[in-house]
């Protein structure tokens, strides 16, 4: 009896376990996150190396819904990963290449402190190297995804290459990072490519237009940079490890479609004087011409001819069987119209067009014909500052204006350092191609009349604007228009526009050219003239709702009656939300009513300058 009962009891604490409740961090939610101490353990890694391979990898930390379910009941705040990210860096190479540099530092420091040196040469000789070629093609697969994912690969390598060199940073990595931002912007000088600048107080952004996609980036003001003390630089040394070799790849790739020589030659008597983009001298690879304005700009560079031997033999012998065909069709058509088959030369040609036929029909048409007005546009665009020499005194920012005016299609030069001018521009102060001479300074010695002086500003106008803008606002020691943004208008419906900076003056003034007197300069008559509006628009209303017409009152029975039930029909919506909508309703309107009334405000700032502006130039008259 008792070996029967306990199989019985057995048998059914076996039925609960496999009919009872799922054991927590099994399934679900919970078994989607892996916290990182766990995936630092699963790994055999030290988190210093874990926190390297998840950068250059492409992983990077989530935030689960349910943070208290996925800690099986630990509310408290803990970096999780996703469990198939933490499975998938099981497989790579580089783990093994992290265990071999530890082995590596701990025979290096064994041979150090027996003072072995000749062992010690012997391992620095085999020191291991690590390579990231293969993550970079992993990461990207097409061109276009490396493109999209340029920006950040271009601010930190633009970072660093105008950092000082310290203990935190090595000469080799600044000279690395200044070698790639100088091939980038020659490449985007050489193809026109650059669409938008814009000067702020963290540096200057440029935008530009590569393989189609749109690439903004930042670069510092070359001024003293402090190195912070509390910026972790093994982190970022890391983020510039696969940066560089992203945009190497890039400019690789960028180059060659272009047909160009990469890396391209360093004029090193340039490159001593610290004369940036002139010291890298472009030259056609494999004997070709250059690219051509644009290129880079368009989708995808010209494929290369194909050299196959048999497509080759086949184009041989269709050129000896030409003659005999063309014979065949004399003979055919013969009996035909000899005027209406005469062949026109190919210059007369015209080319056939079927718009009936193509696929879209006219809307085809249409975008063909836009197309083509646009890049008409952008054609002109790049050649805004084409047949004009610039001069930039040593004072203007050289190393943007020398990036700047030749991707408009412009020449610039430059002042030398001291008597003997070192690293000075093609031309002379005195040359008598110069248009525009650059000057940041309240006065100059001598000026000279047959050229135009301006100040930084307008070049960088000029080129968000799309045209070359007066010169007269921009003269020396005169008071700048305000730098617009060209940036503003982008994703922002409700977001305040300021106004061209060619029509600042436009609203003080009326079409004689005089300013207009709509406010007195009292401030007693003003007050008085408000009064006197207020009174009569009261008077109008009280007349007007004294004797109220039959049609007026319906019309604002309708209008009333179209609010109230549109007022309901919102409120009924609202309350059929889900909390979650609701919140993120609630949410959206007040960010739409915040950039109204930022809106409103700079609106009403802009008016007060106007009539301010108005006022002055009143009393100066």
């Known amino acids: 009896m008792g070996k029967s009962t306990a199989k019985k009891h057995s048998s059914a604490k076996g039925k609960n376990r496999a009919h009872g409740k799922v054991k927590k961090g099994v399934k679900g939610e919970a078994s989607q996150y892996m916290s990182r101490t766990v995936a630092v353990r699963k790994l055999q890694l030290t988190l210093p190396d874990f926190r390297r391979l998840c950068i250059l990898k492409g992983v990077y ?20 990963y996703h469990t198939k990210d933490i499975k998938f860096l099981m497989h790579e190479p580089l783990i093994q290449k992290f265990r071999e540099f530890k082995i590596f530092l701990r025979k290096l420091k064994k041979a150090v402190a027996k003072k072995e040196h000749t062992a010690e040469e012997k391992l620095l000789q085999a020191r291991p190297t690590l390579e990231i070629d293969h993550l970079i093609k992993e990461r990207y697969p097409t061109m276009i995804d490396a493109v999209r994912d340029l920006d950040d690969a271009l601010c930190m390598v633009f970072l660093f290459a105008q950092m000082p060199q310290a203990h935190k940073v090595h000469n080799h990595t600044v000279a690395r990072c200044r070698r790639l931002s100088l091939e980038f912007q020659q490449l985007i000088v050489r193809t026109n490519a650059l669409e938008k600048v814009f000067l702020s107080i963290k540096g200057i952004y440029y935008r530009a237009t590569i393989l189609g996609q749109p690439v903004t980036w930042i670069s510092p003001y070359k001024f003293s940079i402090h190195i912070p003390n509390d910026v972790d630089f093994r982190v970022m040394d890391t983020f510039l490890l696969f940066y560089t070799k992203l945009l190497g790849f890039v400019n690789f790739s960028l180059y060659t479609g272009l047909n160009l020589q990469y890396p391209p030659r360093v004029d090193e008597s340039r490159e001593k004087n610290d004369n940036g983009l002139s010291a890298l001298i472009l030259e056609p690879a494999r004997g070709g011409d250059g690219p051509e304005m644009g290129e880079l700009a368009g989708d995808m560079p010209p494929a290369r001819p194909s050299t196959d031997a048999k497509v080759q033999a086949r184009m041989a012998t269709l050129r000896d069987a030409l003659p005999d065909i063309e014979t065949k069709v004399a003979e055919v058509g013969g009996d035909e119209d000899e005027g209406d088959l005469a062949p026109e030369s190919d210059a007369a040609a015209p080319l056939d067009a079927f718009p009936a036929q193509m696929e879209g029909g006219e809307e085809a048409i249409e975008n063909i014909e836009e197309a083509k007005q646009t890049a008409a546009v952008r054609e002109k665009f790049a050649s805004l500052f ?10 203007a920012p050289r190393y943007s204006l020398e990036f700047v005016v030749p991707a408009f299609g412009g020449a610039v030069s430059w002042e030398g350092v001291g008597d003997d001018e070192l690293g000075a521009g093609p031309y002379g102060a005195d040359d008598k191609r110069i248009t525009h001479h650059i000057v940041d300074r309240p006065t100059i010695a001598s000026p000279r009349v047959d050229r135009h002086y301006v100040q930084p500003q307008w070049v960088y106008d000029c080129i968000n604007c799309q045209k070359l803008l007066p010169t007269a606002p921009y003269t020396i020691g005169a008071v700048l228009p305000p730098h617009q943004s060209p940036f503003g208008d982008e994703g922002q419906d409700a977001a305040f526009i300021p106004p061209d900076p060619t029509t600042l003056g436009d609203e003080v003034l009326d079409s004689d050219g005089e300013v207009e007197e709509d406010e007195e300069d009292d401030d007693e008559a003003l007050y008085r003239k408000e009064l006197e509006k207020e009174a009569a628009s009261d008077m109008a209303t009280d007349a007007a709702e004294a004797k109220p017409t039959k049609g007026s009152k319906k019309k604002k029975a309708k209008k009333s009656e179209a609010d109230k039930l549109e007022e309901e029909t919102r409120e009924l919506a609202k309350s059929m939300m889900p909390k979650k909508d609701a919140r993120l309703y609630k949410q959206i309107m007040y960010g739409k009513k915040k950039k109204e009334e930022e809106k409103e405000k700079l609106m009403r700032k802009r008016k007060a300058n106007v009539k301010a502006a108005g006022r002055s130039e009143k009393r100066a008259k």
């Open 61 to 80: 930390p989530r935030e689960p819904r349910k943070k208290k379910t996925v800690g099986k009941g630990n509310p408290a705040a803990k970096t999780y």
């Open 386 to 395: 084409k047949g004009l020499s610039f001069f930039v005194s040593r004072e």
